[in-house]
């Protein structure tokens, strides 16, 4: 089954889809708003962030009370987060390399 990605609409909000097993469960304008959600739906005392992040980013699953939770996000939003990735990985190898010394 394929899972329905949200698309991006503005720069500061990464929009969520969150699926516990293969049923879509809740649509988030936000990170954040997924955090809350989540937190609420598993009675945990801590807004998962990482769990979240590591969902959409890295495509892992979230396991609480025998349940599994995955993350969808727009796949240009994933796009951007690696080449802001990257682009800081290149700085800081340019900036500490030995011969610029």
């Not at 698309?7 to 997924?34: C, G, H, M, R």
């Not at 993350?71 to 951007?80: K, M, R």
């Amino acid at each position: 089954m394929e899972r329905i990605k949200p698309k991006l609409k503005d720069k500061l909000n990464v929009p969520v889809n969150i699926y516990k097993a293969k049923t879509l469960v809740f649509e988030a304008i936000s990170i954040q708003e997924a955090a809350r959600w989540l937190k609420e739906e598993t009675g945990d005392k801590f807004k998962r962030f990482s769990a979240i992040t590591k969902g959409i980013w890295y495509y892992k699953p979230y396991r609480c009370n025998g349940s599994i939770y995955y993350f969808e996000t727009d796949p240009q939003a994933v796009v951007q987060y690696f080449q802001r990735i990257n682009r800081q990985i290149i700085a800081r190898l340019v900036s500490t390399h030995p011969f610029d010394r």
